[in-house]
């Protein structure tokens, strides 16, 4: 028994340290707002929730230089 609780928690806490640093928080928000609880599923369900394609908006690819095969950060241009 105790070693499922450690287990869930650990569970628990990865998921939560990969929601806190990869999912902006106005996203987080609006995914919270549309989750309901289904009793008969015992699960969430998220209702008509768009964060895709155009939606996204400032979380597009950085455009590459006409000379360079692939888009690079300026801390990889200093090296």
């Keep these: ?3 499922t609780i450690r287990q869930l928690t650990q569970t628990l806490k990865l ?3 990969i929601i ?6 106005e996203y987080l928000r609006a995914i ?3 989750a309901v609880w289904n009793n008969d599923e015992d699960a ?4 008509h929730l768009e964060i895709t394609g155009k939606n996204l908006g ?3 690819r950085p455009v ?3 000379k360079l095969r692939r888009p690079e950060t300026n ?3 200093m090296k």
């Design 75 to 77: 801390f990889t241009r």
């Design 58 to 60: 400032r979380l597009c």
């Design 64 to 66: 590459s230089h006409p």
């Design 20 to 25: 806190v640093n990869f999912i902006p928080d």
């Design 32 to 34: 919270e707002q549309r």
């Design 15 to 17: 998921k939560d340290l």
């Design 44 to 47: 969430w369900k998220l209702q």
């Design 1 to 3: 028994m105790a070693d």
